[in-house]
């Protein structure tokens, strides 16, 4: 599980915080796990649901990027008596994963989002109020954030900030650093939140600091995190036994948004139309549990971080697979892999 988490409506993003699962009993409720079942803990991080799955009698596939997080999980995994399997890789790759390690799934859960414990971590270059390189990548490859404030053009750079960070100023920070940039490369995270916070500035009525959206988008493009989430709930459609469980924690409304719409066009009933007689209506894969859950206020009170979670389930019909989402599209941004070289 992957505790901790940090959207914009999060204010203790970028601070200390001891793991602590989110949403656990929710959680347990709505994946009912049962002796027997195999479970898909897609993002293990320090291991809080996979602990509670294991000991509700069931076995665990737990899934994670971060190497560092596989070893702790292949700890843990000798002391269940091989009822759980640990294996390094993306949530995205759901479906190869679950097909090399056994088939068909009675339940997937999926905690999305940075660990506490990697915000913590000064090293990994996720916060901005800890000095630390500027890293941000949840695994060992791939370009860093370094890469992407130093060589994307200032309005793809716009476009990132501003869609997955959310930040209305965008378009001012990406200029600045521009202009930052030309003189000296950002190589620090302190450094590049120095430069944000003077433009952004901060009210007294703001609660949190000027960096945090940014740095949210950030993160979220060096990851992909949006892109791994509409894979993985497309594989969990593939993966999952009639009667499974889907239960995914979001920690901001981009998450929540994709996760929502996927259950809502996924569990909408059957319709046909009288003009398109030739196109097949499409099918109920998935039963929308309620409405999202929130965090109680005595959870909130205990750990800052889980007030902004939502849980939102649904379990497997019976009926084939629909593939690709056309309701998991959102707005064009600039691909990793086309990232400019230094002097393009």
């Not at 596989?70 to 479906?95: C, P």
């Not at 950002?186 to 430069?195: P, Q």
Request: proline share 6%; glycine share 12%.
């Amino acid at each position: 599980m992957m505790a901790g988490h940090g959207g914009v409506e999060d204010p203790a993003v970028g601070g200390p915080a001891r793991h602590v699962p989110v949403l656990l009993d929710e959680v347990l409720a709505a994946l009912a796990p049962q002796p027997g079942e195999m479970i898909v803990d897609g993002t293990f991080g320090a291991g809080g649901y996979t602990r509670a799955i294991l000991d509700r009698g069931a076995s665990v596939a737990a899934i994670d990027r971060d190497p560092s997080a596989v070893a702790a999980g292949r700890g843990l995994a000798e002391s269940y008596n091989g009822r759980m399997t640990m294996v390094e890789g993306r949530f995205g790759e759901l479906e190869a994963i679950v097909r090399d390690h056994g088939g068909a799934v009675d339940g997937v859960v999926l905690d999305i989002g940075v660990s506490s414990m990697q915000i913590d971590a000064a090293e990994r270059g996720f916060s901005f109020q800890k000095d630390g390189p500027l890293d941000m990548r949840m695994g060992a490859s791939g370009p860093t954030a370094a890469d992407v404030v130093n060589r994307l053009k200032p309005g793809d750079l716009a476009r990132v900030l501003g869609f997955l960070g959310e930040e209305k100023q965008a378009g001012r920070v990406a200029r600045a650093i521009e202009a930052r940039r030309a003189e000296k490369p950002f190589m620090r995270t302190l450094d590049l939140a120095g430069v944000i916070g003077r433009v952004v500035g901060r009210s007294p009525k703001d609660r949190i600091d000027p960096a945090t959206r940014s740095f949210q988008g950030l993160r979220i493009f060096v990851n992909d995190e949006l892109g791994e989430l509409a894979r993985a709930l497309v594989a969990a459609e593939r993966v999952l036994k009639p009667g499974g469980r889907l239960v995914v924690v979001t920690f901001h409304s981009l998450e929540d948004r994709i996760v929502k719409r996927f259950l809502r066009d996924r569990s909408s009933p059957p319709s046909g139309s009288r003009h398109l007689p030739d196109i097949a209506p499409a099918t109920q894969t998935f039963e929308a549990r309620n409405k999202a859950l929130a965090a109680s206020d005595a959870e909130a009170a205990r750990n800052p971080r889980a007030r902004s979670a939502k849980l939102r389930s649904g379990v497997r019909t019976s009926e084939a697979p629909r593939g690709e989402a056309d309701a998991l599209a959102f707005a064009a941004l600039p691909s990793l892999a086309d990232l400019p070289q230094t002097g393009d």
